[in-house]
């Protein structure tokens, strides 16, 4: 029997349990306002490891040590969503105008609201990213006791012994943490020796997202920064470049740009990042077009992928007749060769990023040519270490209307 009215009817049925929750969830809309503990403007991260903070209606309530049935300290609160459905997992931080709070624990499980338990966070742990440079910050709470503090003695140095626990959101960057890497806390060094990765929310996650850092006091080492906390802060400098120099071009043109990275004066292979602004389009491969007209200005960036605090500019003025400009460009770039794995160049001169055919000869000088051979086919070149040494190579490549010189050191193979 086809009873449409009372199919449909039977589609408005609420189990007990769905009644409860939406009647509960009307009540606690209809008094939101009615209290002193939702005043508090607080932002919620989006995701785990996540920049952006969204404003979300919190109500804030002093958390109670079920121990002892004392109110914890103003480090401890529990945080109620609005939204009673909120669902948060363990390690996601809160914004407030003061302060980051990180969630330590939730009443999720068969509880018709959802609320959290946070911990003020009163420290950042910084540190440096050996593939890139970057400077990582996290927001972390270190926990109030610090024991351990008779001397460690070994045959080789007696230092302080002074141990802390960190706790820290488990996000992509601190899961890839190191044992023993050092980290500093208002000028105080310590290492990192052990950390809990094993508590997973639940069965469906497989990565901690709240960890737990165990630290010991360290040693003081020349390379710190001890005013902005940072260890090993000159251990891994990296510097960007762009080749060719191009300072002018004519509207339409197209060109090729590549960058030279280097780690503490050592050039690295890394990937990079090309950016441009309205004047100019560029693709990943560093080839650009000017788009602009006569008297912009096209600006070309490049960083290495994963820091972007440090960039690498190249400027072109738009223009209607273009002025001379040679560049002599070697690529790619390099700074040693080693015995028995030759290194294959390119050397060509560029008039304001136009790569040209011109004829490049080369000399050199610092070195004898029994510890090297240099082969050239036009404009490839091929060198290769007979003996290494202690001094490097000066090669010189010239043209007509420019000149580059460049220092090589010839290593052995191991």
Known sequence: MNLPMYENMRKLIQTP?????????????????????TSSIIYQQSAIGSDVYNQVDI????????????????????????????????????????????????????????????????NIMKWVDPQNGYVHQEWCAIDYELSSPQPVKDKDIVVASGHIFVLVQ????????????????????????????????????????????????????????????????????????????????????????????????????????????????????????????????????????GNPNLVATCSIAIVDVVADSFDIVIEPAFEEVRQ???QTFSVYLYNNGVRLDDEITWGYSGLSQEYFSLVQNDHEFTLSVNQFANDPLTLTFSAEVATKTIDIWLKPLF
């Open 170 to 305: 488990g996000n992509e960057n601190t899961l890839a943490l190191k044992k023993n890497q050092r980290f500093i806390f208002n000028g105080q060094p310590y290492k990192l020796m052990a950390y809990q990765t094993l508590l997973n929310g639940d069965k469906n996650v497989t990565t901690s997202t709240l960890l737990y850092l165990d630290m010991y006091l360290d040693i003081t080492k020349p390379s710190d920064d001890l005013v902005n906390n940072i260890a090993n802060a000159t251990d891994y400098v990296y510097d960007i470049t762009i080749q060719p120099d191009v300072s002018q071009q004519v509207s339409g043109f197209n060109g090729q740009v590549s960058a030279t990275i280097t780690l503490n004066d050592d050039i690295v292979t890394r990937d990079v990042v090309w950016s441009g602004n309205e004047f100019v389009n560029i693709n990943e491969d560093g080839s650009y077009k000017l788009v602009g007209s006569a008297g912009d200005v096209a600006t070309i960036n490049a960083i290495i992928d």
């Open 59 to 122: 109500s804030v309530d002093t958390a109670i040590d079920i121990g002892t049935g004392f109110k914890k300290g103003d480090d401890f609160k529990v945080f109620s969503h609005k939204d009673i459905s909120a669902v948060v997992p363990l390690g996601l931080l809160y914004r407030t105008d003061n302060d980051y709070w990180i969630c330590i624990n939730t009443n999720e499980f068969e509880s018709p609201t959802n609320s959290i338990e946070v911990r003020r966070c009163n």
């Open 340 to 342: 028995k794995l030759p």
């Open 17 to 37: 349990h769905d009644a409860y929750i939406n009647q509960l969830q009307a009540l606690v809309n209809d008094r939101w306002e009615n209290s002193t503990q």
